[in-house]
């Protein structure tokens, strides 16, 4: 009887994790490459990368989201930037960010810290360019975004309702930045691989400054289990910019290409 109890309770385990697993649209190990186009000569590559490390002593999934520029583009205006994030996997929630950008002659550098932990109702946030603050509790930063969106949105897509709005808050720029994206539906993109069925989305951005329109900013999810970023697109006032894929490895699930 004892035994088969264990054995009960091994199984349930197993199935368990197995669902768990099935809910999980990433893991360290994924890599996915893009190109930047913009214009005659605008042009640039970026990376986004998740990968298994430590932070202060405890097991934590980097992920770096890079961009440069390439070409003529590059010595007319060189741009390294790097975002990184270094997220507890347990609550898929940020424990420290890196913002290193340079841009021609500007160049900014900001570490940030957060602790998810000591209290109930918030998030403490330390800065070492602006000091200590308060955000609301499960507090992101811009790159575990992505990774958040793809598992508690995109892993529930079924649930997704066009024109309606989906919020995160996340910590940006020394300040508090919500991220909110409306779901347009799906849609196929031609990539190099092939075409993919796509879940597409507009960032409700800012109107005056840079765009004309909320929706002057595009992004598509593959609408299979990874919930991959496949494409990007901006349009301000000076032109398009278009960001595609060209290459990926260590996804969970082969990606589903329309034949």
């Keep these: 009887m004892r035994k088969t109890i264990i054995t009960l309770l091994v199984i349930i385990t197993a199935t368990l994790q197995s669902l768990q697993a099935q809910k999980q649209p990433y893991l360290p190990g994924e890599k996915v490459s893009y190109q930047l186009r913009y214009g005659l000569v605008g042009s640039g590559v970026a990376k986004l990368e998740i990968k298994e490390a430590f932070y202060q002593g405890k097991p934590v999934w980097h992920a770096v989201i890079t961009g440069q520029t390439t070409g003529i583009a590059d010595a007319l205006y060189k741009v390294r930037d790097a975002y990184e994030s270094y997220i507890d996997p347990e609550t898929d929630l940020p424990v420290f960010t890196i913002r290193n950008i340079q841009e021609g002659r500007y160049r900014k550098y900001n570490e940030v810290g957060f602790d998810q932990e000591s209290r109930s109702d918030s998030t403490l946030v330390f800065s070492d360019l602006t000091g200590r603050h308060t955000g609301p509790k499960g507090l992101l930063d811009i790159v575990s975004c992505f990774y958040w969106f793809r598992k508690y949105y995109l892993s529930v897509a079924d649930t997704l309702v066009p024109e309606e709005t989906y919020q995160m808050m996340a ?40 765009f004309e329109t909320e929706e002057d900013m595009a992004m598509w999810f593959t609408a299979d289990e990874n919930f991959l970023p496949v494409k990007i697109r901006f349009d301000i006032f000076v032109g398009s910019f278009h960001v595609d894929m060209t290459s990926y490895e260590g996804l969970r699930t082969p990606l589903k290409y329309i034949d």
């Design 171 to 210: 910590w940006f720029a020394d300040e508090l930045y919500p991220v909110v994206l409306k779901y347009k539906g799906t849609e196929v993109i031609k990539t190099k691989e092939g075409k993919i069925n796509c879940h597409r989305f507009h960032p409700v951005t800012e109107v005056g400054r840079v």
